[in-house]
């Protein structure tokens, strides 16, 4: 594949990944995750030698909703990839993930379920690794039983008890600089009566990455752990990478006017909570922390979402045009790369909104 075609793949929308079983994603070709700039040209003048991974997880690639009704023995593996990524055009960063993709794969179980969970850190890492998962009822959420060195597996098999959707995230000493380097992801259990129906899902990782670089400049980017104490990140990301879910970068999420979104928010952190915001819209229902099990907030503009946890939350499109999902700590989104677009497609309803035009005074 040419550079010119991997480039309009790459725009076009997202790779779509395997989900959970082995050999998910590692490195896509260069040619398909480079970043455009503004004229849609790679620049190749800065970029390492070295393979870069696309980082960014697909917000589309979300196991569908669970429709058996008894319990099932449910394998997932997560399998520690430590890959050079690009957090924007031409700014390289040596990112931890799970499965090569940020957030982490999102994981569907049902209350009820066993897991048999996985964790394999390949010899060619460099790190120590593991998965506290927060829908584990365990000692460390798991943390010690699945802790690998590079070259090493572990298994954990554990008992979905109780429904929402969790955050599970690295845990090893430094926790902290492996969650900023891209180590968190979520696990829905789904109730059992399951989820309302909606149109779409889409699945967003919020965390923050301190560099030692300031943020845009060319070139690769160290880890800054004085930064980090001082909990001063020069990035604010979704899914990894800056403005990573806009037409700029991968691509906006698509629906059509009338139809209804679920989103899905984990926020890793490590320090910074997120001030959830649609511009133009509102969260028509929103599960504070996740949970399934309480009732549904009703028209909330803004919701905070501390690290170590999430948020469900559905919108719907009642008029044509573009959702800007935001941390409201505005900062984060001007300067630090936080921006998440949805574009609704259909037909103007002026009886909702009509703009009557900007005239000269
Ligand atoms: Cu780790």
């Given at each position: 594949m040419s550079v010119e075609e991997g480039l309009r793949q790459g725009r076009r929308g997202f790779l779509k990944q395997a989900g959970l079983?082995?050999?998910?994603?590692?490195?896509?070709?260069r040619a398909q995750n480079v970043w455009p700039d503004s004229n849609g040209?790679?620049?190749?003048?800065?970029?390492?030698?070295d393979p870069i991974a696309r980082?960014?997880?697909?917000?589309?690639n979300i196991p569908p909703?669970?429709?058996?009704?008894r319990p099932a023995v449910v394998p997932v593996l997560l399998e520690a990839k430590e890959v050079l990524g690009?957090?924007?055009?031409?700014v390289f960063f040596k990112f931890m993930t799970y499965n090569g993709q940020v957030p982490g794969p999102f994981i569907r179980v049902r209350e009820g379920d066993t897991v048999e969970l996985t964790v394999r850190n390949p010899t060619q890492n460099t790190q120590t690794h593991n998965v506290d998962m927060h829908?584990?009822?365990g000692p460390g959420g798991g943390a010690l039983a699945t802790l690998t060195h590079p070259g090493e597996e572990a298994h954990l098999r554990f008992k979905a008890t109780y429904p929402g959707a969790f955050i599970y995230h690295c845990a090893v000493s430094n926790m902290d600089m492996h969650i900023s380097s891209g180590m968190f992801g979520m696990i829905l259990v789904e109730?059992?009566?399951?989820l309302p129906h909606v149109d779409h899902e889409f699945y967003l990782g919020q965390h923050e990455i301190y560099t030692?670089?300031?943020?845009?400049?060319l070139g690769y980017h160290g880890f800054n752990v004085d930064a980090m104490v001082e909990e001063q990140p020069n990035y604010v990301l979704f899914n990894g990478a800056?403005?990573?879910?806009t037409a700029t970068g991968f691509g906006p999420m698509k629906v059509k006017t009338g139809e209804t979104a679920r989103v899905f928010l984990v926020v890793g952190g490590p320090n910074l909570s997120s001030s959830f915001h649609a511009i133009g819209n509102v969260w028509h229902e929103l599960w504070p922390e996740g949970q399934t099990r309480n009732p549904a907030h009703r028209y909330i503009q803004t919701y905070p979402v501390p690290p170590g946890s999430t948020v469900l939350a559905t919108l719907r499109f009642p008029v044509p045009g573009v959702v800007k999902l935001v941390d409201h700590a505005l900062t984060r989104v001007v300067h630090k790369g936080c921006l998440a677009v949805i574009e609704a497609e259909g037909p103007e309803v002026p009886s909702t909104f009509a703009p009557g035009g900007v005239h000269k005074l």
């Open positions: 079983t082995a050999g998910t994603i590692s490195f896509i070709g040209a790679a620049r190749t003048d800065v970029r390492p030698a980082v960014t997880a697909d917000p589309t909703p669970i429709t058996r009704r690009e957090i924007e055009n031409g829908a584990v009822m109730p059992k009566k399951g030692d670089k300031p943020a845009g400049t800056k403005d990573a879910l």
